[in-house]
Nanobody
Framework: VQLQASGGGLVQAGESLRLSCKVTGSNFRLFAVGWFRQAPGKQRDLVAA???????DYADSVQGRFTISRDNVRRMLYLQMNDLKPEDTGTYYC?????????WGRGTQVTVSS
């Protein structure tokens, strides 16, 4: 399985970004997946998750600002991030949520300036 995240960038607080993750080599539709964030010097944490039937869950810190979605036909995972805050800065990765993780991809860097 290969995970290719994209869409990050440098933005100002209050702006938006849309992250994308292409999943290859897996029957994507069979797995719950999520977006993980790793801030500098911190552990990698789950910020948004989506089940196989599109049930969604969010970390408290992003609830109401981030929206996760998936396209099972295209094997794509998305994260719409609105009203970005400096504390959202980090490298964002996609992966399974639960079960055996897929090999981590390189992630995509999001930097939010105040």
């Amino acid at each position: 399985v290969q995970l290719q995240a994209s869409g990050g960038g440098l933005v100002q607080a209050g702006e938006s970004l849309r992250l994308s993750c292409k999943v290859t080599g897996s029957n994507f539709r069979l797995f719950a997946v999520g977006w993980f964030r790793q801030a500098p010097g911190k552990q990698r944490d789950l910020v948004a998750a989506i089940t196989t039937d599109h049930g969604k869950d969010y970390a408290d810190s992003v609830q109401g600002r981030f929206t996760i979605s998936r396209d099972n036909v295209r094997r794509m995972l998305y994260l719409q991030m609105n009203d970005l805050k400096p504390e959202d800065t980090g490298t964002y990765y996609c992966n399974r949520n639960g079960g055996s993780l897929w090999p981590w991809g390189r992630g995509t860097q999001v930097t939010v300036s105040s």
